[in-house]
């Protein structure tokens, strides 16, 4: 995404950039002090790294890595804030019956998205699709802590996960006394108050199909905005396309969008409720967002046709 900027009056825009949890991160700050604006920038570059040490499927000695490592023969205490998140996107996992799925892990390193991508024999995702299933995650509130019904499960946070880490980092921002930013995780967006001498900030969604052109821009203030799209990690093979947003189902990359936004209070519920609707196609997909309290969206189908909810179009830029 894209967002417009400028200076005026007492506030003066500050902003850094640092490559974290597998994307770049840019934090853009309005305030009258750059000492506290790079103070404040540089605690929340640090929310993310604390929370991709936390939640990463990738590090062996992260908290999720240890459930993963665990198989099912004991619960594993991850602590009360990656017990929360597990148990919101088991939340999400049943409001949209399944198309968001954090226990998609066996099934997403059969594809190797991190290595550049390969396609797996129709015969290794039929072995390894059953133990897929957010109702196989076993909870313990009491210790917080969590474990597997089956085992061969795992736990990817890695379509939510994002998206907390930009809550968190602006609530440090926040706290910091900053009242007008906006922090950008790879097309996962948080915005607070607005750009000097505006009553919004102006965002760019990137076009699904023209890497150069803007399919839409809005005017926001106090919310978060998250695409997911089937450009981000992709191979083509055959002539065939070949993403990352995979149907927990089939275990196949699916098929009825080319990318979906979703305006939500945050940017986790906004994460994970893109991929979900993505999953789901248009109509299912429209329908997932309307039953939710304070959430929009805008899909593009897989012929690049719009769809969206009627309450987001009047979040739409006027030119």
Known sequence: MTFGSCQSGADKLF????????????????????????????????????IDDLMSSYKPDSMVSRVNQAGSSVKVPVGKEVFQIIRDAAAISAASGGAFDATIWPVSRLWGFEQGGMIPKPAMIEKILPVVGYQK???????????????????????????????????????????????????????????????????????????????????????????????????????????????????????????????????????ACATAAFVLGPSKGLAFLRARPGVRGVMVGAAGELHWTDDALALMARR
Not at 29 to 40: C, F, N, Y
Not at 190 to 211: L, Q, T, Y
Not at 237 to 245: L, M
């Open 137 to 271: 995650i076993e909870f313990d509130e009491s210790s917080y802590s969590v474990g597997f019904g089956v085992d061969g499960m795992g736990l990817d946070l890695g379509a939510i996960a994002k998206g907390w880490a930009v809550d968190r980092a602006m609530e440090i921002l926040m706290a910091r006394g900053v009242r007008n930013a906006i922090i950008d995780a790879g097309g996962d967006l948080r915005i607070v108050g607005a750009r000097p001498g505006k009553d919004f900030w102006r965002i760019g969604v990137k076009h699904p199909r023209d890497p150069g052109a803007l399919l839409m821009t809005f005017d926001l203030r106090d919310t978060a905005i998250v695409t997911s799209g089937d450009y981000e990690r992709f191979f083509v093979a055959g002539g065939v396309r070949y993403h990352h947003i995979l149907d927990p189902a089939t275990g196949q990359p699916a098929r009825d969008c080319q990318s979906v936004t979703v305006l939500a209070p945050t940017a986790a519920e906004a994460d």
């Open 15 to 50: 902003k850094d950039s640092k490559i974290v949890m597998g994307t770049v991160v840019e934090i853009t700050v309005a305030h009258r002090s750059e000492e506290q604006a790079r103070v404040a920038i540089r605690e929340a570059m640090a929310e993310f790294q604390r």
